[in-house]
């Protein structure tokens, strides 16, 4: 009888996990909104989940008052089956074991409705590339589904100090 109880809780288990991984690929494939859609990207190369920080800098403002800047992402990329494709870091660059990469500049964000205490939702257009690997014929970089990496909440107190913020985020890379 206990073992038909402990065979029964695993059941419940693995169906649960598997409710939540189905939950979560359904939040991976949500599409970005209108405004962050390239008109002339020709084909979807790659979707990568990224788990990071968000490194923010103490900084003085333009009335010298000490105030978090962004620095720059640190964050690495993984596929469906968790397999590390790529780097994510200041450029902003993506890079891939396979030498390929792409560095981009934001040209359009928008605020994440579902999450609204998460960094913006952007599109970013490729200013340069290279290698000849995946990241090579990159146009576009949508960053979707953003789960944290805001500037900390609290104050900062020495210029110089650092804070590195977790935050999670969908990257689609378009050509």
Known sequence: MWQDFRSSRKSHRIALAG?????????AQETAPPELQPADARR?????HASGVQIYVCKRDQGNSLAWAFK???????????????????GP???????????????????????????????????SSGGTGLLAAVHYVQRLNTQGGLAPAQACTQEGQESRVPYRADYIFLE
């Open 19 to 27: 409710a939540c991984l189905l939950a979560s690929c359904a939040i």
């Open 44 to 48: 979807t190369i790659a979707t990568l």
């Open 72 to 90: 720059s992402p640190e964050a690495d990329l993984h596929d469906a089956s968790g397999k590390l494709i790529a780097k994510h870091y200041a």
């Open 93 to 127: 660059t993506w890079e891939a074991p396979d030498g390929s990469k792409v560095t981009g500049k934001v040209l359009r964000q928008a605020a994440n409705a579902r999450a609204p205490d998460s960094i913006a939702l952007l599109l970013l257009q490729a200013t």
